[in-house]
Each structure stands twice: as C-alpha cells, then as structure tokens.
C-alpha cells in the first residue's frame, strides 16, 4: 500500500512541477481582483506546508530555507513581504529537492506519531506523519486548482 501512496505522490507533484514549468516567471507576482495571493506564493506555500505537515510536526529537520516560513505560510500574503522572494528555478528546485526527502523519509515513519496532534484550520485533527502526508495531496491540489485560476485571470 505504502508504494502505491508513494506512487500517487510521484503524481500529485509532477502535475505541480508540470504546472510551475509551464507559467511564464513574468506573470507570478499579478494578484488579480478577487485574490489575496498570486502563483509564486501558492507554489512556494505548497512547499512550506508540506514541509510542515511531513516534517516539522513529525519532529525532523526542515528541508526548505528559512524564509519559507515567514514568506509562505498560512495567513502571509505578498504584500507583506520584506526583499526578494524565492524565483520560480529556486521554488522548483526546493519542490524536487523535497519529492526525494519524501521518498525516503515516508516509508519507515508513515505510522509515526506526530510530536503533538495537529489540527488545521478546518478542524481536521491528525497524529501520525502518514495521516498529515495522505492529507498534503489534497492540499497541493486545491492549490495547484487556485494557481491555474489566477493565471487564467491574468492572462486574459
């Protein structure tokens, strides 16, 4: 089961890394009317908060930089931003840099107890690093759905 898990996430972030690869740099930092974010930050947010759900709440180390946190965690918005933000190549490179960590961090702590339960903002409560790794491909897809809606609305 757990190679299968494994396979879905192949999926899950080649779509992502797909979608980064296809968007003009040009066009990640328009917020169109309507939303509070553009794609730089939803694409470094899907790297942020993976890190977070399979990582940090499971007690290793953080993979992304230092920034990621203050830059692209929930709640943070562009607008609020101190310096440069991280450029597509170096948001790519932490997303694959990250698939690999998770290839080989998941199969021996999918059952891990997290350090603490972690409940996120829509109440849902998880404990183990496997329950917070299945929940991150939701996660990344309703994102991924949130930057093709922005870059359609900054393209026309």
Avoid: C
């Amino acid at each position: 089961m757990e190679q299968t898990i494994m396979q879905h996430m192949e999926i899950v972030r080649g779509i992502t890394e797909n979608t980064l690869s296809r968007i003009p740099e040009e066009r990640a930092d328009i917020i169109p009317a309507g939303y509070n974010n553009n794609i730089r930050w939803n694409f470094g947010h899907i790297a942020y908060i993976q890190e977070k759900l399979v990582f940090e709440l499971s007690g290793a180390e953080s993979g992304v930089p230092g920034n990621y946190k203050e830059l692209f965690s929930a709640g943070t918005k562009p607008s609020d931003w101190m310096g440069t933000p991280p450029s597509f190549a170096e948001i790519s490179e932490v997303l694959n840099h990250q698939k690999v960590r998770l290839k080989e961090y998941i199969p021996g702590h999918f059952h891990q107890k997290l350090k603490e339960p972690f409940t996120n903002r829509a109440g849902i409560t998880f404990h183990t690093a496997g329950e917070t790794f299945l929940f991150s491909f939701y996660h990344e897809a309703m994102h991924i759905e949130t930057i093709k809606r922005i870059y359609r609305a900054v393209k026309s």
